[in-house]
């Protein structure tokens, strides 16, 4: 049913008195608002038709209305209104960015707590690598007798390493042999593409150095499932215990349980696909536990195949309109200060002096 656009104005109210007090709202404190040209008793009709509906609900029998999941859901999809930064905040953020976020192995962690800390909220972050990593070269050096060193570069300008004693004797004309062969049959490929068969296929290729293969594709797949992992971190979830919702002692016990990074290592792949912000209300979300909360989550990109996320977990009531602004901002800051610069470009007709 589509509701009329006196429901929806009455809903948005309803919703956003209830975010701002965590209080059943009534209809008297609906019809106070400034912008509210309605009598106490429409609202009060309009409320129990929406409650009807399913969009709110009533704690209590004399108590006023909370939004339900429904009516939460209906409200970020269409009835929210845009939450515009103050100058303060961007620039609190931008502080607080060019500040803390100086290495990027520690980024996830550090924007974790950034957004934590902006939104007063318990705090997502994560990095994953888009589509599989793979090797661009692969190296092989003699290190003495009876070892070699084995170099992989990486996919996003990594590169390990790993020290390989061989039980026979292998000269370096074999070494270069065997670097030519996975050179050009195992570099480009992603995680699921070595199989047994491809192993096989290189060893007959290999020649007296083939007993080093199974050794270099069990090294060059590991590195590779480490490139495809989630680093996920967590960051706030004692803020919870400062809200209404969670002053149950046992609730908060059983939502704090499941806020860790275990239990969010599954987002960045519900982000895929998706555009902009996602909200998963109440009882979208996969854990039982989570219920009664909402998680909100936007994307940002890393630069190198790697794909960024960041995202809050509070209640249903929480101000979605605000923490979305503030997501999207901070994503769109993470973008920009990873983004590598472009080289300068020469004018048409000119040309560098030596």
């Known amino acids: 049913m589509e509701l009329s656009e006196r429901k929806k104005k009455v809903l948005r109210s309803v919703v956003d008195l209830y975010i701002r007090t965590a209080e059943p709202v009534g209809s008297k404190a609906v019809a106070e608002l400034p912008d509210m040209n309605y009598s106490s008793a429409t609202i009060r009709n309009e409320m129990a038709e929406l409650t009807t509906l399913g969009y709110l609900e009533q704690p209590h029998t004399s108590a006023g209305r909370v939004p339900s999941a429904s009516g939460y859901r209906l409200y970020v999809d269409e009835l929210m209104l845009d939450y515009r930064l103050s100058i303060d905040e961007t620039k609190s953020i931008n502080s607080a960015i060019e500040e803390k976020m100086q290495r990027i192995d520690k980024m996830v962690e550090n924007v974790a707590k950034l957004v934590s800390q902006a939104t007063n909220l318990p705090a997502i972050s994560a990095a994953s690598r888009q589509g599989g990593g793979s090797v661009t070269r692969f190296d092989l050096i003699l290190a003495g007798r009876g070892s070699v060193i084995l170099v992989l570069m990486l996919s996003g300008d990594q590169v390990v390493n790993k020290l390989i004693k061989l039980p026979i004797s292998i000269t370096e004309s074999d070494l270069k042999v065997l670097c030519a062969v996975l050179n050009a049959a195992m570099t480009g490929l992603v995680l699921e593409e070595f199989t047994p068969e491809l192993m096989d296929r290189v060893m007959r290729s290999a020649g007296a150095a083939a007993n080093l293969v199974p050794v270099i594709v069990d090294f060059t797949t590991e590195a590779l499932r480490g490139m495809a992992a989630t680093n996920v971190s967590v960051a706030g979830q004692s803020k919870l215990l400062g809200l209404p ?110």
């Open 245 to 354: 919702e969670y002053r149950d002692v046992e609730k908060a016990q059983r939502v704090l349980s499941s806020i860790d990074e275990d239990a969010f290592s599954n987002l960045p792949a519900v982000m895929q696909g998706a555009n902009g912000t996602k909200v998963l209300v109440g009882p979208e979300n996969v854990a039982d536990e989570l219920k009664d909360t909402s998680v909100v989550m936007t994307k940002f990109d890393i630069g190198d195949g790697l794909q960024g996320m960041i995202g809050v977990v509070g209640p249903t009531r929480m101000d979605y309109a605000k923490v979305t602004a503030r997501l999207s901002y901070f994503a769109e800051s993470l973008s920009k200060m990873f983004a590598k610069p472009e080289q300068p470009q020469l004018e048409e007709g000119k040309h560098e002096e030596n």
